[in-house]
């Protein structure tokens, strides 16, 4: 597509239900990441893949916290057991080179 | 690991006027600096970026510095607009090891009319 497209654009879940936030990179970007924004703060790291693989997932911030990479494509972040200190804004970014391409995000609220 | 530390955290300027937000980074090997802008419920969009081997970079209204010896770059706005209030973030690119780029932790920008 002509962009990153993140889904769902907003998610309201009880506290300890699972959630999956879906990314569609724009094709051909081989290089993923994820990042979460919390109110009013900066970007905190998750994970990056490139292709199916992820070579670097050290800021997922607990095990509840996963992700995966299918075709070179599409990406799932699943928050296990959700906790209301998961309430962010996610972000979805996809690259060639070094330029990231971010979509505009899953605003996910625990209640 | 990289750390990027960005200042001010807020930044208020008159229509007309010039800004500038500067970052510092830890690692030295970071060989590429680039800064987005955000808009409220949108994501972060890059408006520049610079690469190590380069000192200055401009775009119209736009410029950025690298000082590769002291380990800090800046953002510069001339003649700022109302459309240029936002979210501004600067963030580093590892030379080695990790690929995914350290952001700064923004600075809010209002351009009074």
């Known amino acids: 597509g002509a962009g990153v497209s993140q889904s769902p654009s907003n998610k309201v879940t009880e506290k300890g239900k699972d959630v999956e936030l879906r990314c569609d990179p724009i094709s051909g970007h081989t290089a993923l990441y994820w990042y979460r924004q919390s109110l009013g703060q900066g970007l905190e790291f998750l994970i990056y893949f490139q292709g199916n693989s992820a070579p670097d997932k050290s800021g997922l911030p607990s095990d509840r916290f996963s992700a995966e990479r299918t075709g070179g494509s599409v990406s799932t972040l699943t928050i296990q057991r959700t906790q209301q200190e998961d309430s962010a804004v996610y972000l979805c970014a996809s690259s060639l080179g070094q330029s990231y391409t971010f979509g505009s995000g899953t605003r996910l609220t625990v209640v | 690991g990289e750390n990027v530390e960005q200042h001010p955290s807020t930044l208020s300027v008159q229509e007309g006027d010039s800004a500038v937000i500067k970052c510092?980074?830890?690692?030295?090997?970071?060989?590429?600096?680039?800064?987005?802008?955000?808009?409220?419920?949108?994501?972060?969009?890059?408006?520049?970026?610079?690469r190590s081997?380069?000192?200055?970079?401009?775009?119209?209204?736009?410029?950025?510095?690298?000082?590769?010896?002291?380990?800090?770059f800046s953002l510069h706005i001339t003649e700022t607009q109302p459309e240029d209030s936002a979210v501004y973030f600067c963030a580093a690119a590892p030379g080695t090891g990790r690929r995914a780029l350290t952001f700064g932790?923004?600075?809010?920008?209002?351009?009074?009319?």
Do not use: C, M
């Open chain 2, 24 to 50: 510092t980074y830890s690692d030295s090997a970071s060989n590429y600096f680039p800064w987005y802008k955000q808009e409220l419920g949108k994501g972060p969009q890059l408006i520049i970026d610079i």
């Open chain 2, 53 to 72: 081997n380069v000192g200055e970079k401009k775009d119209q209204r736009i410029a950025v510095t690298l000082n590769k010896t002291a380990k800090h």
């Open chain 2, 105 to 113: 932790s923004g600075t809010r920008l209002q351009v009074q009319p």
